[in-house]
């Protein structure tokens, strides 16, 4: 690691103040702002590098691609091993030794990354169903919470599935009950019930959220519903599920205690049970750009953890000045005392990866405090990164991940703003400025990614932040450690008061916010290099900022950080300029959609509401199905749908029962037919024909038109899927 330590005064293999003097007058200056954080600063984001790289590729790795990689991280270790003696020799320079060095780790690094996600998914390859299931499922209830279309849904591991192969079964699968009223069985009871199964879906267009690869990561390799009342096969287990029943039963008595949506909420940020909270809430702190306040996050440990180690400062400083016999390192005992109770923190959390990742973050800035260490810099940050990237690489695609490195790394940097103009602040009104500040600086830095991931900008989501997170952190957060420590004796009553109060003024300031005018702006889909130039752009500027550009003399440092720019401008024009598809057909065939002046037009008011849905978010499209099937585009029959594409083609859609029967009489050419069912196999068309049976092959269907007609390509084509 000396190469990348960034401390280095001389090289190895040169010892004795001679070897030292001689390296320290040849060696160039640094760049300002690596030589500020370190060169280890870099470390995360090269194995980010790798990861991004894997991911990239359109095709899984092959032994071809691992002897490549093989063979470059061998050329680098020779080359960082080789760089110096051939500077002692004469042979180089000691600044192109330097930067050889410097190079072959980086690049070795970046080489690391990719091995670390293809070990990552080895390790986690699991069965995928490639069928539709329905009959009996038999499983271990290991989570429950709640879909975007407000349905209980249950997560099994150790499956049985009737006639199913052990070697093909899935480690896990999720349920929705759809009619379910019975109590809910509780996390490690093992159950049976009759379900509709088949693999996690694909996405709704090339360049949509692939839900595939999450379930890959997650080990879940079938998703679907059940109308059956559940039946207990095995009583719940004890163990570690007794802890997790224990945490439930924490979450049911908060929301006991303070009721409603409020209660909920509370609950879902002190034990990360979300499952009481309803999608109507959901809805209004997503247009109101507040709900990354319910999942735990970096926000909620960093104020638990701050508040512990205030408190227990405060404490011991107090016991001292009383001449209690303390030790001299109080602010260690508190970092310590705070570090155990942001770990209690993540196991009633539940231990989901956002809260991980938040866990890795605070720990190592405690930890720093313990060893005498800076506690806040850009190097404990890339501490953090780099050990949540070894061990969860697949976390650099998630957009937790992305903004929350965001939001620290932007509250570092105005961390010496804020040291200078602070003193200028009344002392009483100190913690609040800094919490207006925190929530202004860490907005601005997330706004980007969350409208990039999410095809939505909240206008006023900088104003509900303002006036919710000090909340958060002067009244929430405290009060739920005091109500924690109270609860054994019966005494949490009036810490959940105040918790309720709280979650109240929340939930109040999200229904105002969303109920503006205007208050969600709705944006098209970024293409898919954008959020990586982004991504990347930012670092890179952030890393090579020396406090200013010296025109004259371009240096690394400067060089790097115009790079930077240029890549966040590069993916602001291609976002921008990026243009829709034209047409647009659901992996089903239950829907097709058609780019208008007015918009994208559905073919049907009803039916695929989700991929429909899905496509106008993407388009940057607020209005509805129906309002979208309503626009001028489609004719015909409800079952029989027609519109008209440039160059004299058309789009026939068939749905419904006897679809299939319909469908061949259409089949002329320059005519795109889709039908949702499927058609006999092996017969010759004049028209292009999407049958359900192709479309299950291909996945949903991009169409744009070319010089010689309409050019299709199919999303299982164009991206690579997971395994």
Known sequence: MAAISGDMTAPPGLSGARGASRHATARPARMAATSRAGLFAWVPVCLAAGIALWFALPVAPDRWHWITAGALAGLCLAIGRMALPWAERGRIGWSLADALRTGATGLLLVVAGFGLIGMRSALVAAPVMEWRYYGPVEGRVVEIDRSARDRIRLTLDRVVLHDTAPDRTPAKVRLSLMDNTDPLPPLGQRVMLTGHLGPPPAPASPGSFDFRWLAWFEGLGGVGYTRTPIMTVEPAQGGIWAMHRARMAVSQAIRD??????????????????????????????????????????????????????????????????????????????????????????????????????????????????????????????????????????????????????????????????????????????????????????????????????????????????????????????????????????????????????????????????????????????????????????????????????????????????????????????????????????????????????????????????????????????????????????????????????????????TGKGAADRAPAACRPQRIVVVSEKLPTGAEWTCVMLDLGRLRKTGAVVVGMGADGPVLHGVNDLLRSPG
């Open 257 to 654: 205690g303070i009721g409603g949506q409020e209660g909920a909420v509370a609950s879902a940020l002190m034990t990360g049970d979300r499952s009481g909270i309803a999608e109507a809430t959901n809805e209004v702190m997503r247009a109101s750009n507040l709900y990354h306040i319910i999942s735990i996050s970096g926000l909620h440990m960093s104020m638990l953890a701050g508040f512990v180690y205030t408190a227990l400062r405060m404490a011991l400083v107090l016991g001292q000045g009383l001449g209690a016999p303390l030790p001299q390192g109080v602010h260690k005992v508190a970092a310590l005392g705070a570090l155990l109770a942001s770990a209690a923190y993540l196991w009633l959390s539940g231990g989901g990866v956002a809260t991980e990742r938040a866990f890795v973050m605070v720990a190592v800035m405690l930890l720093a405090i313990m060893a005498d260490r800076r506690a806040i810099s850009l190097r404990t940050i890339a501490l953090a990164a780099t050990i949540i990237l070894i061990y969860s690489p697949e976390a650099v695609t998630q957009p937790g991940f992305q903004m929350s490195f965001a939001a620290t790394v932007a509250l570092i940097l105005s961390a010496g703003p804020w040291s200078r103009v602070s003193p200028h602040v009344p002392f009483w009104l100190r913690p609040v400025a800094m919490l207006l500040v925190s929530s202004l600086v860490a907005s601005i830095a997330t706004s980007p990614l969350a409208a990039a991931h999410f095809n939505r900008m909240a206008q006023y989501g900088l104003l509900a932040n303002l006036l919710v997170v000090p909340v958060m952190g002067a009244l929430v957060m405290p009060a739920g450690v005091i109500g924690a420590l109270l609860a054994p004796v019966g005494l949490a009553g009036p810490a959940l008061w105040v918790m309720g109060l709280g979650t109240k003024w929340m939930l109040w300031v999200a229904e105002w916010i969303a109920g503006l005018g205007g208050s969600v702006t709705a944006l098209p889909l970024p293409p898919g290099p954008v959020i990586p130039l982004m991504c990347f752009g930012a670092t890179l500027a952030v890393l090579c900022w020396g406090g200013g550009l010296r025109i004259r003399r371009l240096g690394p440092g400067a060089l790097g950080f115009l790079a930077g720019v240029a890549m966040l401008v590069a993916s602001a024009a291609i976002w921008i300029t990026a243009d829709r598809p034209l047409l647009l057909i659901a992996p089903e065939g239950e829907a097709v959609g058609l780019m208008t002046p007015q918009g994208r037009a559905a073919s049907k008011p009803s039916g695929g509401a989700f991929i429909i849905g899905t496509w106008l978010q993407e388009d940057g499209d607020i209005a509805s199905q129906e309002e979208s099937a309503a626009r001028p585009a489609w004719g015909g029959d409800r079952r029989d749908r027609m519109a008209s594409l440039p160059g004299g083609w058309q789009v026939w859609h068939f």
